[in-house]
Nanobody, 123 residues
Framework: VQLVESGGGLVQAGGSLRLSCAAS????????LGWFRQAPGKEREFAAA????????YYADSVKGRFTISRDNAKNTVYLQMNSLKPEDTAVYYC?????????????????WGQGTLVTVSS
């Protein structure tokens, strides 16, 4: 599976961005798709994930109510809509997939990773 993120950039605090992750390769529709992020000098952390149908989603407390994950299996794409952005959301955002329908939040549970896209939120 190859994952390619896009949509990062510079935005002011309070603004919005939508990240996209296009998948190719092996079966996409049965996998769990997640978004992680890594701020400078910090470990990679979970942000959001969606089950293969998109019917089950899970968010980190830090983004709950501001971020929305969705997926379009027909387009092999997962999205992360980020609203009310804060400077502490500044990070490289990674798309990841795991070959199972169970949503997990640990980095090591994910099998494939994209190259990341940088999101910078200015104050």
């Amino acid at each position: 599976v190859q994952l390619v993120e896009s949509g990062g950039g510079l935005v002011q605090a309070g603004g919005s961005l939508r990240l996209s992750c296009a998948a190719s390769g092996r079966t996409f529709s049965r996998s769990t798709l997640g978004w992680f992020r890594q701020a400078p000098g910090k470990e990679r952390e979970f942000a959001a994930a969606a089950s293969w149908s998109g019917g089950r989603v899970y968010y980190a407390d830090s983004v709950k109510g501001r971020f929305t994950i969705s997926r379009d299996n027909a387009k092999n794409t997962v999205y992360l809509q980020m609203n009310s952005l804060k400077p502490e959301d500044t990070a490289v955002y990674y798309c990841a997939s795991r070959r199972d329908s169970v949503i997990l939040t640990s980095v090591r549970e994910y099998d494939y990773w994209g190259q990341g896209t940088l999101v910078t939120v200015s104050s």
